[in-house]
């Protein structure tokens, strides 16, 4: 059964990056479905942020005002979220999901100084 | 950006009652491929959001049948027949065919 965890600091600075892991365990995230983050602020809406195909691919949505990036590590079966220069709108549950058919628990991250 | 309008934002049922939920997209969903790329998910108090249909109706595993998904295009439903007490939280629409991907704005569904 495919299983996944988020990690990651809990505080960060504005305008500094937040980094994230997603630790994924039961598929190899090289073998198939999309490798996605997904974020929940306020405890309501819910943001897509991006996703990496299990080929390497990677789509962003282009209405985050932080610059984005994920990208993976196979040898550990882990894909990550970089956040870069943050700010206080940043601030909310960070979700990993596997083809939206399983997700992590979260990890909630907030910036402030 | 396709947008998901979903109504109503909050329902109140009693157990065994049924409800339905509707989800309205701005544009068809139908992907290139013809398939339509709209799920349902689940995301009950203090947890992380379980996907419960994809497809529009396809049923992910362990999911009651009491749950069935319909609809084509533009115009989605979600109903849950006979609810019980674990069927509360908040219910959102997903939809995957256009980039970004969605979400509807939820619907609360509360226990009488």
């Known amino acids: 059964q495919m299983q996944l965890q988020e990690s990651g600091p809990g505080l960060v600075k504005p305008t500094q990056s937040l980094f994230l892991t997603c630790s994924v365990t039961g598929f190899s995230i090289t073998s198939g479905y999309y490798w996605i983050w997904i974020r929940q602020s306020h405890g309501k809406h819910l943001e897509w942020m991006g996703y990496?195909?299990?080929?390497?691919?990677?789509f962003y949505n282009p209405s985050l005002k932080s610059p984005i990036s994920i990208t993976r590590e196979t040898s550990k079966n882990q894909f990550f979220l970089q956040l870069n220069s943050v700010t206080t709108e940043d601030t909310a549950m960070y979700y990993c999901?596997?083809?939206?058919?399983?997700w992590g628990q979260g990890v909630m991250v907030t910036v402030s100084s | 950006d396709v947008v998901m309008t979903q109504t109503p934002p909050s329902l109140s049922v009693a157990i065994g009652q049924s409800v339905s939920i509707s989800c309205k997209s701005s544009q068809s969903l139908v992907a290139s491929d013809k398939n339509t790329y709209l799920n349902w998910l689940l995301q009950s108090p203090g947890r992380s959001p379980k996907r419960l249909i994809y497809?529009?109706?396809k049923l992910d595993s362990g999911v009651p049948d009491r749950f069935s998904g319909s609809g084509s295009e533009k115009d989605f439903t979600l109903k849950i027949s006979r609810v019980e007490a674990e069927d509360l939280g908040v219910y959102y629409c997903l939809q995957g065919t256009h980039l970004p991907l969605t979400f509807g704005s939820g619907t609360k569904l509360e226990i009488k």
């Open positions: 999901a596997g083809d939206f058919s399983a």
């Open positions: 497809q529009v109706s």
């Open positions: 990496m195909t299990y080929s390497g691919e990677t």
